[in-house]
């Protein structure tokens, strides 16, 4: 079955970039999508078919997509972006859902 | 703007079948446009893809495929999800979400806000 594989947390300065992968087996041939998760809360979408943004969304999150990885990035981060990041695609009929990356903001 | 809430109750017994329903308002549930689905997040960690519906075209995940319905009633503008045989295991906040593109495009656009479902004696 398909995999995505995301680095389990990623620290970022207030004000930095910050970027999250995640890795599958020719990624690049499929879409990726992102997802913003805070505590208690829905997951909002961020980004889709890899470097979309839906109404609403900030400029600052951008994401691309080639090869084997997919990558969300936020340019100059905010104290309100620290979350869980999870991306999904999908392959063969399945969705699939990365294991996740909480984001530190300090 | 579509909005989508989960309901059903909030503790299920072990062996028995969990039993959720997602009332869709702001869109028809018809709309050619429109898959839905359910996810499920058990505490602490990251979320699990159930299944989708389109029409009445459904996908599982095949870990739970052998457990799992999804079905949608056009008439109340609801979706469902059963899943039966539980187990702890299965303790989980559910969602319910609707997206569009379907197949490479798949995206979950919007969520209902989640229900706990404990599976307990």
């Known amino acids: 079955s398909y995999e995505l594989t995301q680095p389990p947390s990623v620290s970022v300065s207030p004000g930095q970039t910050a970027s999250i992968t995640c890795s599958g087996d020719k990624l690049g041939n499929k879409y990726a999508c992102w997802y913003q998760q805070k505590p208690g809360q829905s997951p909002i979408l961020v980004i889709y078919?890899?470097?979309k943004r839906p109404s609403g969304i900030p400029e600052r999150f951008s994401g691309s997509n080639s090869a084997n990885t997919a990558t969300l990035t936020i340019s100059g981060t905010q104290a309100m972006d620290e979350a869980d990041y999870y991306c999904q695609a999908w392959d063969s009929g399945t969705v699939i859902f990365g294991g996740g990356t909480k984001l530190t903001v300090l | 703007q579509l909005q989508l809430q989960e309901s059903g109750p909030g503790l299920v017994k072990p062996s028995e079948t969990l039993s959720l329903t997602c009332t869709v308002s702001g869109g028809s549930i018809s709309s050619r446009s429109s898959f839905w689905g359910w996810i499920r997040q058990p505490p602490g960690q990251g979320l699990e893809w159930i299944g989708t519906i389109y029409y009445s075209a459904t996908n599982y995940s095949p870990s739970l495929k052998s457990r799992v319905t999804i079905s949608v009633d056009t008439s109340k503008n609801q979706f469902s999800l059963k899943l039966s045989s539980v187990t702890a295991a299965d303790t989980a906040v559910y969602y319910c979400?609707?997206?569009?593109?379907?197949?490479?495009?798949?995206?979950?656009?919007?969520w209902g806000q989640g229900t706990l479902v404990t599976v307990s004696s």
């Open positions: 078919q890899d470097n």
């Open positions: 979400a609707g997206g569009g593109g379907g197949g490479l495009s798949t995206k979950f656009d919007y």
